[in-house]
């Protein structure tokens, strides 16, 4: 706690002093009164006053929440003495607004009690944001002393996104033989209608076609395609990140792996995220809801990152995929180790789907000839060479500025992707 004393202390003193002495010297009983009674209010303020010890908790009312939701940040103080004028103020972290508009809180405290200043937050945008730090000052009641306080509050609140505003789904190159959501382009059970076939030894009496073998006065039965489930890898390349602060490709990248993890996870597949950062993070590929969760969790910690050993740890959790197993990279090309990791999949045999998201650039900034226009130019002519790699290795690249929905700009990877099995 820091202790002060007002200036307004000080200038009662003063006055009061100067007034006593021009009572003495002009023989004023007058300014005698006056000096009597500034010197008596600072007097009375130095004998009932105590400087208070403040104990403050603060805590956030729920740590986890959807954009758009608000929650309370709660501080709760204790004093042992009495304070007539406890001024309480917050400075929320980047991304927070005051559910009210108030920032400032002033209360009174008795001795020995206890108060809880509470403060609605609302989120103005997802990840993870810091609560912020308050400041705390107690007075008494004639405004001469006071304490101060200035403490950051340790919690930070995780927000998700409110809705999957960039919903699509990869379409998978091959599924497994598990029920889902993907239709199989091969032939057994399900719903969705593929063919008749003259009747063979082995099927069953259910799949008999009774109008077509009556037309054609023999057994015939009908096939379909089974609803199956599929295998998803989203790969986030957090080494770079290019924009504006608000609107980066990192940023767009994450939102969109987890528009892509909640698509695909409500359809019945397993999906796992991998981000070659350092530290590199892994989540497995596995199905539910507590997948989601897991992934959601693991994006709202990707942060701009230096790139870690992506070239050999990458290849290695990701050689135990099963086979043909779909692999989302959303990257900007700038690591040339993540390429190398691309191209090494695809080799394996994985369908693997290159997501480049777009970032502004100001079209005269670089018709301009200077370094940076240069150096610019230089960079695109560098991952336009990584593109063409890319797509000599068999790897299905998109780029996407944003404004074309996800789900349509993956469906025209399905045109590569070849047959489903």
């Not at 010297?25 to 005698?32: G, I």
């Not at 037309?215 to 089974?226: A, D, L, M, S, Y």
């Not at 990152?305 to 099963?322: D, P, V």
């Amino acid at each position: 706690m820091n202790r002060a004393t007002s200036v307004r202390f000080a200038g009662l003193v003063l006055v009061g002093l100067a007034a006593g002495i021009g009572a003495v010297v002009l023989h004023r009983p007058a300014l005698a009164v006056a000096a009597t009674a500034l010197i008596a209010i600072p007097a009375l303020a130095l004998a009932s006053w105590r400087w208070p010890e403040l104990d403050v908790e603060a805590r956030v009312s729920s740590a986890r929440l959807v954009e758009g939701d608000s929650c309370t940040i709660v501080l709760e103080i204790a004093t042992d003495s009495a304070v007539a004028w406890l001024d309480v103020e917050i400075d929320l972290g980047v991304g927070l607004r005051s559910g009210d508009g108030l920032l400032r809180r002033v209360v009174a405290l008795g001795s020995g009690t206890a108060v809880a200043v509470t403060f609605p937050v609302v989120p103005t945008t997802w990840g993870v944001l810091a609560a912020g730090r308050y400041r705390i000052v107690a007075r008494d009641r004639f405004g001469l002393f006071s304490c101060s306080t200035i403490q950051t509050i340790d919690q930070v609140l995780r927000v998700y996104p409110s809705e999957a505003r960039l919903q699509g789904m990869a379409q998978p190159a091959r599924t497994v033989a598990t029920l889902g959501a993907h239709l199989s382009h091969s032939r057994g059970d399900g719903c969705e209608y593929a063919d008749v076939r003259a009747w063979r030894p082995g099927d069953r009496m259910r799949t008999v076609n009774w109008r077509v073998s009556a037309r054609r006065g023999g057994p015939w039965v009908t096939e379909r395609h089974p609803d199956r489930a599929a295998e998803v890898v989203v790969l986030v390349d957090d080494t770079a990140a290019l924009g504006p602060a608000g609107d980066t490709t990192l940023r767009r990248a994450v939102q969109a792996a987890m528009a892509l993890s909640e698509g695909h996870l409500a359809a019945q597949d397993r999906v796992g995220l991998l981000a070659p950062g350092a530290p590199l993070r892994w989540v497995r590929p596995r199905s539910g809801v507590r997948q989601l969760y897991a992934i959601v969790d693991t994006l709202l910690d990707c942060r701009l990152a230096r790139i870690n050993g992506i070239g050999r740890q990458g290849s290695l959790l990701l050689g135990g995929l099963r086979p043909g197993t779909t692999i989302v990279a959303l990257t900007v090309l700038a690591e040339p180790r993540v390429v190398e990791v691309l191209v090494d999949l695809r080799r394996h045999g994985h369908h693997v789907i290159m997501v480049e998201p777009d970032h502004d650039v100001d079209p005269m900034a670089s018709s301009t000839v200077t370094t940076e226009a240069l150096a610019r130019r230089l960079w695109d002519l560098e991952r336009s060479a990584r593109r063409e790699r890319l797509r000599d290795a068999g790897v299905v690249t998109l780029q996407w500025d944003g404004a074309v929905p996800l789900g349509a700009l993956l469906s025209r990877a399905s045109v590569f992707s070849g047959g489903r099995r």
